[in-house]
Nanobody
Framework: QVQLVESGGGLVQAGGSLRLSCAAS????????MGWYRQAPGKQRELVAR??????TNYADSVAGRFTISRGNVQKVYLQMNSLKPEDTAVYYC????????WGQGTQVTVSP
């Protein structure tokens, strides 16, 4: 059973930066696709960014140019968030596809005006 553990959320002022980390455990195998989703209060969960072990990435239009996703190794994924805006406030979830889909518990990111 794959487990995902996130870290790095917190409170930051608008214009600031945060870095999220996610590590997978429970399998010795490479996880090809990992990424981040977010869910703001009263809204649906949405894709933020995804990355493959082959180097492919895709981003939501709302974060492109400000956020950077990277794969530390075949079982880790990071999200560098720069120029944060209050509308980026949400719970951020790590996600992985390894046969099935797996989710982390979520980490709160709050951006104050």
């Amino acid at each position: 059973q794959v487990q995902l553990v996130e870290s790095g959320g917190g409170l930051v002022q608008a214009g600031g930066s945060l870095r999220l980390s996610c590590a997978a455990s429970g399998t010795p195998f490479s996880i090809n696709t990992m990424g981040w989703y977010r869910q703001a209060p009263g809204k649906q969960r949405e894709l933020v960014a995804r990355a493959t072990t082959g180097g492919g990435t895709n981003y939501a239009d709302s974060v492109a140019g400000r956020f950077t996703i990277s794969r530390g190794n075949v079982q880790k994924v990071y999200l560098q968030m720069n120029s944060l805006k209050p509308e980026d406030t949400a719970v951020y979830y790590c996600w992985a596809r390894f046969g099935s889909e797996y989710w982390g518990q979520g980490t709160q990111v709050t951006v104050s005006p």
